[in-house]
């Protein structure tokens, strides 16, 4: 069987466990006594906004999980790991409803955002808090026999904190109606991603499978710390990654139309462009950046490859390479004696070098 076979089968296999946990949603919300018309709306907000991404974060979960076992899951192992890998996907689905409108933006994973959908507008707010409520049914039907549950709702809670700490940053450093480029910096940018990104990608998927195989944390030995320290290197070069790919992907490869200029995003490629223009550049992407038009979006990605983007980032990239897979090699090749591994680390970086979209 082909590696893109392999991948096929996982996924489906994945994407099984989406009916179960979609149908025991329903059949609960069913159950509280919800009209015919409520239960509908609910399971078509499910069905448009959690499945249709790559599912990188939760399979993740299940990838992680088998590697610490060090061999393949029976069932029931494998549909805990893999409920929690789409408890992982409805936490970014209720994230990724919430941005796009505050983002006003038009398309996501190739369709419209929900809340451009006929009769959804703001009940889409709604519809998000629902997709991050459905997480702690899930965990309570399914974790709450378990020694770790408290741990896995800890983990959810305070990642999706961190989250919103990360969202807060970006909105009053870039908000769409004032344009300000000297708020922006990349160390801004980096307190961005961390915060807004690299937790809930990288951190959570992992600290989850960790929970569920039972490597323990002491005050003397914290494996969670120790692959913290590797994640969020991890999950800051796929967020520089998708923010320069929103620059240079085409939509129809992408899977949107990138927006980050004309939302006035704090990405990296503004911030590595304004520590590179020369005062005639920074005139042109002052007067330009984070204008809903595209004459002015055509003359800031003029700028852009001026100043060489493509060329900056393929260095960050073969830098941000060798430094994470020097920092996974902190890990004893055989593996810690915490229990963590270093395939855990390095089939993440695996999956997002030189990524396309």
């Not at 990188?56 to 192992?77: M, P, W």
């Not at 990349?186 to 490597?215: Q, W």
Request: aromatic share 12%; net charge negative; glycine share 6%.
């Amino acid at each position: 069987m082909s590696s893109a076979d392999l991948k096929a089968q996982k996924r489906q296999k994945f994407e099984h466990v989406f009916t179960v946990i979609r149908d025991e949603l329903i059949a609960h919300h069913i159950g509280e006594g919800m009209p015919k018309e409520a239960s509908e709306w609910y399971k078509q907000s499910l069905e448009y906004n959690v499945p249709g991404g790559k599912l990188n974060r939760g399979l993740s979960v299940v990838d992680t999980v088998e590697i610490f076992k060090g061999r393949a899951l029976t069932d029931d192992e494998y549909l805990k790991a893999a409920i929690l890998g789409w408890c992982v996907e409805l936490l970014q689905a209720f994230f990724l409803v919430s941005d796009d409108i505050m983002d006003s933006s038009v398309t996501r994973r190739g369709q419209p955002c929900w809340y451009r959908n006929e009769k959804v507008g703001l009940i889409a707010i709604n519809d998000a808090f629902i997709l991050e409520s459905a997480i702690y049914y899930l965990l309570k039907k399914h974790f709450r026999q378990e020694t770790y549950y408290v741990d896995l709702l800890e983990l959810f809670h305070d990642t999706a904190y961190q989250t919103e700490f990360g969202q807060l940053i970006d909105l009053i450093t870039a908000p769409e109606d004032v344009v300000d480029l000297s708020k922006f910096s990349l160390e801004r940018h980096r307190l961005i991603v961390v915060y807004k990104t690299a937790f809930y990608s990288f951190y959570l998927p992992v600290a989850l499978a960790m929970r569920v195989c039972g490597v323990p944390n002491t005050p003397t030995n914290d494996p969670y710390a120790l692959a913290s320290s590797i994640l969020i290197p991890l999950g800051t070069y796929f967020q520089i990654q998708d923010d320069f790919l929103d620059f240079s992907a085409p939509p129809e490869i992408l899977g949107k139309i990138g927006t980050d200029i004309v939302d006035n995003k704090c990405s990296w490629c503004i911030n590595v462009a304004l520590a590179s223009a020369l005062p005639a550049q920074r005139a042109v992407l002052d007067a330009n950046y984070g204008k809903k038009n595209p004459e002015a979006e055509a003359k800031v990605k003029e700028v852009f490859e001026q100043v060489g983007i493509r060329e900056k980032y393929a260095v960050y990239e073969e830098g941000a390479y060798k430094e994470i897979i020097s920092l996974i090699e902190t890990i004893p090749e055989g593996g810690s004696k915490e229990g963590l591994k270093r395939e855990v680390f390095k089939s993440f970086l695996d999956k997002i070098y030189k990524r396309q979209k």
